[in-house]
């Protein structure tokens, strides 16, 4: 089963513009991860925000935490072309080995 | 660098085929993972590994087995070959503890 659900599925958007992604997950957490994927590769970790932080900055990342809602948006600010990607939100069970990544969001951004 | 290498980015193989896709990883990690990704389904955890010859079901084992000989070394196994495990595989690692996995370019595996 899906622990995060990421929103939209899809994004497109002109180079320069913000982009804003959601996930939201269904159980309590210890923290959530981002992701991103570009087409045909593997995963590369973006940000960890922890259950006790509201709010993450890494570069033009911003990360927010809303645990009361079971929420997390990943806006990254500033977008570029090489910005396209998969984003993926992605929770850690309650035992720590084992990550559930929600679906994925693609954002595409037009140069 | 951190580096985990998966043994071919593309395969072809024919169903009732066995299968075996190789992930090699350099940072001295003790756990390890595989995944499959199909388009909207996200990831999938077939099988973890919290350490040498030592190995989990993830949520979709069936069809799939693992091997973990060595600490650097994770195997996956398709015993035989079905056209529903067509898909991207992607394995993965990290340190005990940590939150942050590590994954490979990925195997895009076609069943005919």
């Known amino acids: 089963s899906q622990q995060g659900e990421e929103d939209p599925q899809a994004l497109s958007i002109q180079e320069g513009e913000n982009a804003t992604m959601n996930c939201s997950y269904k159980?309590?957490?210890?923290?959530l991860q981002w992701y991103r994927q570009n087409s045909g590769r593997g995963l590369v970790h973006l940000i960890l925000i922890r259950s006790n932080e509201r709010e993450k900055h890494s570069g033009r990342l911003r990360v927010t935490l809303d645990t009361s809602k079971k929420s997390s948006s990943l806006l990254i600010t500033a977008s570029r072309a090489a910005d396209t990607a998969s984003y993926f939100c992605?929770?850690?069970?309650?035992?720590?080995?084992?990550?559930?990544f929600g679906a994925g969001t693609r954002l595409f951004v037009k140069a | 660098d951190v580096k985990v290498t998966q043994s071919s980015r593309y395969l072809v193989k024919r169903t009732g085929e066995k299968v075996f896709l190789e992930c090699v990883q350099d940072?001295?990690?003790?756990?390890m993972f595989w995944y499959r990704q199909d388009p909207g389904l996200g990831l999938r955890l077939i099988y973890f590994s919290y350490d040498v010859k030592m190995k989990e079901k993830g949520d979709i084992p069936e069809g799939y087995s693992v091997s973990r000989e060595k600490k650097e070394r994770f195997s996956l196994i398709l015993e035989s070959a079905s056209t529903n495990q067509t898909s991207m595989y992607l394995c993965?690692?990290?340190?005990?503890?940590?939150?942050?996995?590590?994954f490979g370019p990925g195997t895009r595996l076609t069943v005919t």
């Open positions: 992605a929770t850690d069970d309650t035992g720590g080995f084992k990550t559930i």
């Open positions: 993965a690692s990290k340190r005990p503890g940590a939150h942050e996995q590590y």
């Open positions: 159980t309590s957490i210890n923290n």
């Open positions: 940072m001295d990690h003790e756990n």
